[in-house]
């Protein structure tokens, strides 16, 4: 559905999907409006560290990034090893020569993508209007995140004088749905564990992390710490287009990836796409289709049999891992929506709509 040059093109939240979707606009000749409920972009973060992931639709974020002509002013730092741990088994290094990761900051301070990208889009001309949160109807794009609440995150970030260090926490007593960890990066740290609800039955899994890496790692976490909570949303059936044409972006559309993924990959590509179909007439849906809903099928089939691995199970697949010359193609080839992963998909399809 190609619009007008003449009709401005109002975007429904300022995180990394809106603001992204607006950048093409302007670059495209639009005038892009982006509405966002906070006073800044990147205000209802907490100055955590998030990644951008190669294993998936997109092995390297940061040239696409580069090649869609934003300038790379936010800082990022590829990550290619870390260390994972389990309450039974000792713990692991996977190293590659490749990253796993472009780590990011979220937040609205100086280097901060979101701050960044808010700076870059007012420079050439999007308007953001702060402090406001209109109704869908008059709407574009909805970019607002996540809907339903299908994971939820909780964490801490704190500033610590250790070296660079990345840890993922597959600990059964943490939780067996989901995963904790922990990024130290240039002074800054965040400690963070995902999980669904029925894994938090006695509500003190952050505790549990905590005590995690006092005893893995000797490294105390103070409740003086900038505590943060948030949700993901995991539903694959969520509308790309509704019913009045409008479009859904990054978590709002329920691109995501099921496993390990942080979402900003989603959040870019869906964005880019959106604004092709915008643009040049470009079907959105045959786009997102061909390039993002094929991960994120492979991603959801090995969620689903992730949550049924043991501790056991776990270790054994990272001692692979960590014993590999290529560690990161072998996540590539698992990420891959296969024919395997695809007769699993129709197979585990109801199944899967309820992780």
Not at 52 to 69: R, S, V
């Given at each position: 559905m190609?619009?007008?040059k003449h009709?401005?093109?109002?975007?429904l939240?300022?995180?990394i999907?809106g603001?992204?979707a607006g950048?093409?606009?302007?670059?495209?000749?639009?005038?892009?409006?982006?509405?966002?409920?906070?006073?800044?972009?990147?205000a209802g973060?907490?100055?955590?560290?998030e990644?951008l992931e190669?294993?998936?639709?997109?092995p390297?974020p940061?040239?696409?990034?580069?090649?869609l002509?934003?300038?790379?002013?936010f800082q990022?730092?590829?990550e290619n090893?870390?260390?994972?741990h389990?309450?039974?088994?000792p713990?692991l290094?996977?190293?590659d020569?490749n990253p796993?990761?472009y780590?990011?900051k979220r937040?609205?301070?100086?280097?901060?993508?979101?701050?960044e990208l808010q700076?870059?889009?007012?420079?050439?001309?999007?308007?953001?209007r702060?402090?406001?949160?209109?109704k869908?109807d008059?709407?574009?794009?909805i970019?607002?995140?996540?809907n339903?609440p299908?994971?939820?995150?909780?964490?801490?970030t704190f500033?610590?004088?250790?070296?660079d260090?990345?840890?993922?926490f597959?600990n059964?007593?943490?939780?067996?749905?989901?995963?904790?960890?922990?990024?130290?990066?240039?002074?800054?740290a965040?400690?963070?564990v995902?999980y669904k609800?029925?894994?938090?039955?006695?509500?003190?899994?952050?505790?549990?992390?905590?005590?995690i890496?006092?005893?893995?790692?000797?490294?105390?976490i103070?409740?003086?710490?900038?505590?943060?909570?948030s949700?993901?949303?995991?539903d694959?059936d969520a509308?790309?287009?509704?019913?009045?044409g409008?479009?859904y972006i990054g978590?709002?559309g329920g691109?995501?990836d099921?496993?390990?993924?942080f979402g900003?990959?989603s959040?870019?590509?869906s964005s880019y796409?959106a604004?092709?179909?915008?643009?040049?007439?470009?079907?959105?849906?045959d786009?997102?289709?061909?390039?993002?809903?094929?991960?994120?099928?492979?991603?959801?089939v090995n969620?689903y049999?992730?949550?049924k691995?043991?501790?056991?199970n776990k270790y054994?697949?990272?001692?692979?891992l960590?014993?590999?010359d290529n560690p990161l193609?072998?996540i590539?080839?698992r990420?891959?929506?296969?024919?395997k992963?695809?007769l699993?998909?129709?197979?585990l399809?109801?199944?899967l709509?309820?992780?």
């Amino acid at each position: 559905m190609k619009i007008s040059k003449h009709t401005p093109v109002k975007i429904l939240g300022g995180g990394i999907s809106g603001l992204t979707a607006g950048i093409f606009l302007k670059k495209a000749g639009y005038d892009p409006i982006i509405y966002e409920k906070n006073t800044q972009c990147g205000a209802g973060r907490h100055g955590d560290i998030e990644g951008l992931e190669t294993w998936n639709f997109n092995p390297n974020p940061i040239d696409f990034i580069k090649q869609l002509n934003i300038p790379l002013d936010f800082q990022y730092k590829p990550e290619n090893q870390f260390k994972v741990h389990f309450d039974k088994f000792p713990s692991l290094n996977i190293y590659d020569e490749n990253p796993f990761f472009y780590f990011v900051k979220r937040g609205q301070d100086s280097g901060d993508i979101d701050r960044e990208l808010q700076t870059y889009a007012l420079s050439i001309g999007c308007e953001i209007r702060f402090d406001f949160s209109p109704k869908k109807d008059n709407m574009s794009i909805i970019a607002t995140g996540a809907n339903r609440p299908k994971a939820f995150i909780q964490g801490y970030t704190f500033k610590i004088d250790l070296t660079d260090q990345t840890h993922l926490f597959l600990n059964d007593t943490l939780t067996k749905t989901g995963y904790g960890y922990l990024i130290i990066w240039n002074g800054n740290a965040t400690l963070s564990v995902a999980y669904k609800k029925e894994d938090d039955k006695d509500k003190n899994i952050l505790d549990k992390l905590k005590n995690i890496c006092r005893n893995k790692l000797r490294i105390e976490i103070s409740e003086d710490n900038q505590k943060f909570g948030s949700y993901g949303s995991f539903d694959i059936d969520a509308p790309k287009i509704d019913q009045f044409g409008k479009y859904y972006i990054g978590e709002a559309g329920g691109f995501q990836d099921y496993l390990f993924g942080f979402g900003m990959n989603s959040a870019i590509y869906s964005s880019y796409f959106a604004i092709k179909s915008l643009t040049e007439n470009i079907d959105f849906l045959d786009s997102v289709n061909q390039n993002i809903v094929p991960h994120m099928k492979a991603s959801l089939v090995n969620r689903y049999f992730y949550e049924k691995l043991s501790e056991q199970n776990k270790y054994k697949i990272c001692k692979i891992l960590s014993e590999s010359d290529n560690p990161l193609a072998i996540i590539k080839k698992r990420s891959n929506y296969s024919l395997k992963k695809k007769l699993m998909f129709k197979l585990l399809n109801r199944k899967l709509k309820s992780i």
